[in-house]
């Protein structure tokens, strides 16, 4: 064990160093020939620097040598500092060849780290992890798109494997479940998920689809419940149902439809189901899909009327 955890110290002092002004030039020049070299310019005195130097570290760590780090503490860099006119700290440069290819400034999120170590990786022409771990989601949906959803399921738990928080990949597990018709293991995947990724868009859209799979279940007969409506226009329940029923077999934009007329002629009946409902579906589905930006708008046009 210890032979392990010596190894592995190692392999993580060769990823990340602390460097300096005597050692820019070896450090991050001519290292930068090779390899990609991201320089966390921070100070001890800075409170984001103590939140982003750990996110930076994990997403270098992550990309398996593909890319290196460097801290340079910019109390004890003022000349390398001035040099490159940083101003204020966090500041992070990507160097390649020799020369800064991307940077930022300020503490960003998780995400944004993730996407420019990346994007650095990518830019010096190599193919970072993230972008593999992408490569196999697209083929995952376009399996879930084409109905193999055993085999999606399969390809989103492997990409869970390599990454346990990769939101896109947990969600699709959760639909690709729901498209097996296996709700209850559609629901113990979502009990389950990571905190880190919880709240995600992923994970939610998962969620609302899975709530409208568990609603299809139980929905009444589709020409029973459009004569209902027909008959009385007024009847609220009638028209909920139908806009549930639609939903089920797939009409999604005439059930948004038929909630947006309940939402016009009673906003707060029975607490407001059928906002609630809308947004249920809006959730399920992508945020630039038409039915979504249409239904919002119209929805906003009569909220704020």
Excluded at 76 to 82: F, T
Excluded at 116 to 145: C, H, K, N, T, Y
Aim: charged content about 20%.
């Amino acid at each position: 064990m210890d032979l392990l955890n010596a190894a592995a110290g190692s392999a993580a002092a060769d990823l990340i160093k602390d460097g300096s002004e005597a050692t820019f030039m070896a450090d991050v020049i001519e290292a930068s020939q090779d390899t990609p070299i991201i320089v966390d310019f921070w100070a001890p005195w800075c409170g984001p620097c103590k939140t982003l130097g750990p996110l930076l570290e994990e997403a270098v760590t992550a990309a398996k040598g593909a890319v290196k780090m460097v801290k340079i503490n910019v109390d004890e860099a003022q000349a390398i500092a001035s040099q490159l006119r940083i101003q204020s700290v966090p500041t992070v440069y990507a160097f390649f060849k020799g020369q800064p290819v991307d940077g930022f400034q300020g503490a960003v999120p998780g995400s944004e780290i993730k996407a420019f170590v990346d994007r650095v990786i990518e830019a010096a022409g190599g193919e970072s992890p993230g972008g593999q771990l992408e490569d196999a989601v697209q083929a995952a949906e376009e399996m879930l798109a084409d109905g193999a959803a055993v085999d999606a399921a399969q390809t989103f738990a492997a990409i869970l494997g390599e990454d346990p928080n990769h939101a896109a990949a947990y969600g699709g597990l959760v639909r690709s479940h729901i498209a097996s018709g296996d709700l209850d293991q559609a629901e113990a995947i979502l009990n389950g998920a990571p905190a880190e990724i919880s709240t995600s868009a992923e994970v939610e859209a998962a969620h609302a689809q899975l709530e409208l799979a568990r609603q299809a279940a139980d929905a009444g007969p589709l020409a029973d419940l459009t004569a209902a409506v027909e008959a009385d226009a007024s009847d609220h329940q009638a028209r909920f149902d139908l806009a549930q029923a639609l939903h089920a077999n797939g009409d999604v934009e005439e059930a948004v439809a038929q909630l947006l007329e309940l939402f016009r002629r009673d906003r707060e009946w029975n607490d407001g189901a059928a906002k609630a409902q809308l947004f249920t579906i809006f959730d399920a589905l992508k945020p630039n899909d038409p039915i979504v930006l249409n239904g919002r708008r119209k929805l906003s046009s009569m909220i704020f009327a």
